[in-house]
């Protein structure tokens, strides 16, 4: 079955319409998804090269070792999601929602952050190296092994954030 299917399919059994849980391992997307809830999904080293999500939720879902180039993803929802050892390449994240996200061992390189939020949430080994970033908010973010290298925000609002502290 290709990843598209897996994805609408996984779309479908969370609004109650039949499907099946999503679990990609392995595969490869291209593809444009719209307003569609892969909560809970589970996508591990699987390779998203020019996919397009937009207002879609990934409320709790867990990516592990998984590749993404050139995505977008917009007005999309990641609260809660587990983000394990995987990279972003040149992707674009605007009007996105992270609150009590974890990512570990994951890093963004020349990717665009635009109006994205982190409330609450915990990095470990996260780099975000040549990214640009406007209007990024956090409140209540903790973070150890964090890395911004060559990385320029705009607007950056960190609230009761501690980042890379030897506490």
């Known amino acids: 079955m290709t990843a598209q ?5 996984h779309d479908l059994w ?3 319409a039949g499907g099946a849980p999503a679990g990609l391992t392995g595969q490869a ?7 569609l809830d892969l909560d809970l999904a589970k996508f591990t080293e699987t390779t998203f090269a020019g996919s397009c999500f937009t207002g879609t939720t990934f409320r709790k879902a867990q990516w592990a070792g998984c590749r993404f180039t050139d995505c977008i993803f917009s007005a999309c929802d990641f609260e809660g999601i587990a983000i394990r050892g995987c990279a972003f390449t040149h992707c674009v994240f605007e009007q ?6 974890t990512l570990a061992s994951s890093q963004f390189m020349r990717c665009e952050l635009r109006e994205v939020n982190f409330d609450q949430g915990q990095w470990s080994k996260v780099r975000l190296l040549d990214c640009t970033a ?3 908010k956090a409140r209540g973010l903790r973070g150890e092994g964090v890395d911004f290298t060559r990385s320029g925000f705009e607007q950056l609002e960190f609230e009761d954030t501690i980042l890379n502290s030897a506490m």
Do not use: M, P, Q
Not at 5 to 9: F, P, Q
Not at 29 to 35: G, K, L, M, R
């Open 5 to 9: 299917r897996i994805i609408l399919e």
């Open 14 to 16: 969370r609004k109650g």
């Open 29 to 35: 997307d291209s593809s444009t998804y719209v307003d």
């Open 96 to 101: 996105a929602r992270f609150g009590r996200s």
């Open 134 to 136: 406007t209007t990024v």
